[in-house]
């Protein structure tokens, strides 16, 4: 039986973290360690965590000065023992087959590296009602990664294509990208799977229900600071644009020519006007007629 190690990143979650670790605990798959880095809380998560210890030695808990999301999950990536990887944020919960059900997956797949399934979210303390989309508007907007060439790469040079909790990983392969990048405070999830194809990493959707993680809709949940978020994305766009410029064989014409454009347009909406005019000028030499739309068009007339 293959280790599994389970980290678990928190900063004064104490409210929520019994759940996240009662999840772990209902794991049908036996064999894991989790370690718990608590990011500098100051409210009661170690009077929450300190039963569990006391209850399973498979728990260990890790105290450090906060110094962000990135750092804690490079914590425990530095002390995880396990054969694969299983990233979990502290106000989230598991389906008690998904380790299992992904193990399993990775375990008959030897050139797959990360598998993942949905992801769902719900309000707070209301799991009954779930959503695909983190608005609760019940839109689905995870990819469903398969065979076809470049399937990740193009997707992920797009947006993001999973949360943090969605994927099993092989340990082999995260050892090989190294660190999350302390410097994004924001996604850095996306920063890190785009890395992970970069270096070769296969990941597959297994459409398997059981296998879900659930995602927890609160005020305080990261994704609810717009404006940081929107600083990550920007930060994020600019890493995938240099790596897609320098190899830009990596992808189809096409799609890189999409990319381009978008990032264009990107930049206009942003203010930085002589970057986008530039390169959209350059990119509508790449284009036909036919590809440039009036929408394009109109869009950077207005924002000239």
């Known amino acids: 039986m293959k280790l599994i190690t389970i980290i678990i990143p928190t900063h004064n979650y104490g409210h929520y973290i019994s759940e996240t670790l009662d999840s772990v605990l209902k794991q049908s798959y036996k064999k894991w360690e989790c370690i718990i880095i608590d990011d500098g809380s100051i409210d009661n998560t170690w009077d929450v965590v300190e039963s569990y210890l006391a209850r399973d030695s498979r728990f260990q808990y890790i105290y450090q000065a906060c110094q962000g999301v990135s750092m804690a999950r490079n914590e425990g990536l530095k002390r ?143 994704s609810h600071n717009t404006d940081a978020m929107a600083a990550g994305w920007e930060m994020m766009m600019e890493n995938i ?18 990319i381009r454009k978008n990032r264009a347009l990107e930049l206009i909406k942003n203010k930085r006007y002589k970057e986008g005019f530039l390169l959209y000028g350059r990119t509508i030499g790449q284009l036909t007629n036919s590809e440039i739309t009036y929408k394009d068009i109109l869009y950077w007339l207005m924002h000239r």
């Open 80 to 222: 995880a023992s396990g054969s694969y990887i299983q990233f979990l944020d502290a106000d989230d919960l598991l389906c008690s087959e998904k380790l299992a059900l992904h193990l399993r997956y990775l375990e008959a797949h030897p050139l797959i590296d990360i598998v993942y399934s949905e992801t769902k979210y719900f309000a707070n303390d209301n799991q009954h009602e779930l959503s695909y989309s983190f608005d609760m508007a019940n839109v689905e907007w995870m990819p469903k990664i398969d065979d076809t060439p470049n399937n990740a790469l193009l997707n992920l040079a797009k947006s993001n294509i999973m949360p943090i909790q969605a994927p099993l990983s092989r340990a082999s392969l995260l050892r090989k990208v190294g660190p999350f990048n302390s410097a994004m405070r924001h996604c850095e999830d996306w920063d890190y799977w785009f890395r992970c194809v970069v270096v070769g990493g296969e990941i597959r959707f297994l459409d398997e229900p059981n296998a879900m993680s659930l995602i927890r809709v609160h005020m305080v949940s990261a």
């Open 241 to 258: 644009f240099a790596y897609i410029n320098t190899n830009p064989t990596e992808v189809s014409k096409p799609v890189l020519t999409d």
